[in-house]
């Protein structure tokens, strides 16, 4: 069973810097891509950023600039660098791997996964 936990959250002030964290476990033969997602209370969950196998990344408008997603593949573990921290930045932050691919990677393998959040506050 395929395991996301995240990382890395807590409260800062507006201006501040966090890295959140994303292990993943669980999967042999599936690669998955990336992302992060946020839910903001009283909100929809939204995306934030996304990581391909390949490397490259996408951002959400609001966050260009400010957040960098990496990811290491030796340690199955992605990462997001969030800086210049703003009050409305206040969410869930939630980690997704989806898509299962791979020759060998068997169907029920093959979906999406997400992590059970970690709690980012901003205040100003």
């Known amino acids: 069973q395929v395991q996301l936990v995240e990382s890395g959250g807590g409260s800062v002030q507006s201006g501040g810097s966090l890295r959140l964290s994303c292990a993943a476990s669980g999967y042999t033969y599936c690669s998955y891509d990336m992302s992060w997602h946020r839910q903001a209370p009283g909100k929809e969950r939204e995306f934030v950023s996304a990581i391909d196998r390949d490397g490259s990344t996408n951002y959400a408008d609001s966050v260009k600039g400010r957040f960098t997603i990496s990811q290491d593949n030796a340690k199955n573990t992605v990462y997001l660098e969030m800086n210049s921290l703003k009050p409305e930045d206040t969410a869930m932050y939630y980690c997704?791997?989806?898509?299962?691919?791979?020759?060998?990677?068997?169907?029920?393998?093959?979906?999406?996964?997400w992590g059970k959040g970690t709690l980012v506050t901003i205040s100003s």
């Open positions: 997704k791997a989806g898509g299962g691919r791979g020759i060998y990677c068997p169907p029920h393998e093959r979906q999406d996964y």
